[in-house]
């Protein structure tokens, strides 16, 4: 088992990619905690993870907040006494025109995608420094590469994502502390459910010019997830893994 005796805290995690990396997680010897809004769905997760005999900690919190940010890193160090993975994929995400976004919109997103990814690699740093380094996993996207219609927010979001992890390995890599991230592609999760159930158009037009033309698995980006997180990535610093099917190839 590859994380066998580590212990990993994932925010935004209460399904979707969360989710997925959370029971590859737990089935590759990592104890969990799992930090969301979403009390429901992360007692249900916990509930399918601790079946297969995994360890999971659910924390319900605003992941954009610094007091929760710096509650879940105290909270699942007191309980599994270290920190040694940090995966940060909270998400919140506008979808509208350019020109209809408000302030309200533009300060929740930068709060939860960008700002709180920043301030938890902080809060988590001297954890690390503890155990002599650790893993981060930030969540970027192909939208932080390549702009789309009625998704400006997000993507200026994960533009940011993308140079975050550039930018935190020159001051961490010397400390063994590897900042990289996983740039998915079209990937199939409740939200993208949720947008196709809207707008069935989006599911053609995500997948019409790609070299694999179907949308990926929440479980395919776990995959990518689990490798940067584990010791076969040590030399990896500063990393955008694209996972997508081929969507920039084009």
């Known amino acids: 088992m590859e994380l066998q005796g580590k212990t990993a805290l994932i925010t935004g995690g209460a399904q979707g990619i969360g989710a ?3 029971r590859l997680f737990a089935k590759e010897g990592a104890q969990i905690a799992i ?3 979403d009390g429901e769905r992360l007692n249900g997760l916990r509930s399918d993870i601790e079946k297969t005999g995994g360890k999971m900690l659910p924390i319900v919190a605003d992941c954009g907040k610094l ?5 879940m890193i105290s909270e699942t160090t007191n309980l599994w006494g270290s920190l040694d993975i940090l995966v940060l994929g909270a998400i919140y995400r506008p979808t509208k025109p350019f020109m209809d976004v408000n302030e309200a919109d533009l300060d929740l997103a930068l709060a939860v995608n960008v700002k709180g990814y ?10 690390f420094k503890k155990t002599g380094g650790g893993k981060v996993v930030l969540i970027s996207s192909t939208f932080g590469f390549a702009g789309a219609p009625n998704f400006s927010v997000y993507c200026t979001c994960k533009g940011a994502i993308v140079n975050m992890a550039r930018a935190l390995t020159y001051e961490l890599a010397n400390e ?3 900042v990289n991230a996983v740039a998915p592609g079209p990937i199939m999760t409740e939200g993208m ?13 995500r997948t019409a010019n790609m070299p694999l033309p179907r949308f990926g698995t929440p479980e395919e980006i776990a995959e990518a997830i689990l490798f940067l997180s584990s010791d076969r990535s040590t030399y990896i610093h500063g990393h955008n893994l694209i996972v997508d099917g081929g969507y920039l190839a084009v």
């Open 20 to 22: 997925a990396t959370a």
């Open 35 to 37: 930090a969301d809004l």
């Open 67 to 71: 007091p929760d940010i710096k509650r």
């Open 118 to 127: 920043f301030l938890a690699v902080q809060e988590a740093v001297p954890e």
């Open 176 to 178: 063994g502390i590897n």
């Open 193 to 205: 459910r949720e947008l196709i159930a809207s707008d069935p158009s989006i599911e053609t037009h």
